[in-house]
């Protein structure tokens, strides 16, 4: 039973690098996201809750952090949540904790309900490397149908109009 339990993290496997340049392996990777998930759940409570960014982060991060309590292993860690390398999990969740405190700085959610947004209509030609994001024409069908019902709504029109 001791040597089991002295022998059982000795066996772990132990990641010789992360194959991405400038990203270290960390030893105690689950450790650090389990500190790192707790600490955004605690620090997105400042979000009001009905706020979809909350609803977001609270849901992934609660997903990940299941699976980071449940596993013990890195490499199912990542097979799991199959969002990348834990290292890398460990930025993400780094960089959410900063948008998270830079969210409730600029305070999105707090503009109030009658405010009006200035719309500025601007007729200048659209530069040629930027894309204008304009749907291709409509299918044939789509003309032969539409030629089709306002056949059908012509005549009961007319016929009201008569009545």
Not at 103 to 115: A, L, N, R, S, T
């Amino acid at each position: 039973m001791f040597l089991r339990a002295i022998a059982r993290p000795l066996m772990a496997k132990v990641k010789q690098t992360t194959g991405i340049v400038g990203l270290d392996v960390v030893p105690n990777a689950r450790e650090v996201l389990i500190g790192l998930y707790n600490k955004t759940l605690k620090e997105i409570q400042a979000v009001p809750s009905d706020e979809g960014y909350r609803k977001a982060v609270e849901s992934f991060t609660k997903h990940r952090l299941t699976v980071c309590q449940e596993e013990d292993d890195w490499e199912k860690i990542e097979k799991r949540l199959g969002c990348g390398q834990v290292e890398e999990l460990i930025e993400e969740a780094q960089d959410e904790l900063k948008l998270i405190e830079k969210m409730i700085e600029w305070d999105p959610w707090g503009v109030p309900d009658d405010y009006e947004c200035e719309v500025i209509e601007n007729d200048a030609p659209v530069p040629k490397h930027v894309p204008l994001h304009r749907p291709g024409p409509l299918p044939e069908e789509f003309y032969n149908t539409l030629e089709a019902v306002r056949k059908t709504e012509t005549p009961a029109t007319e016929s009201q109009l008569k009545e």
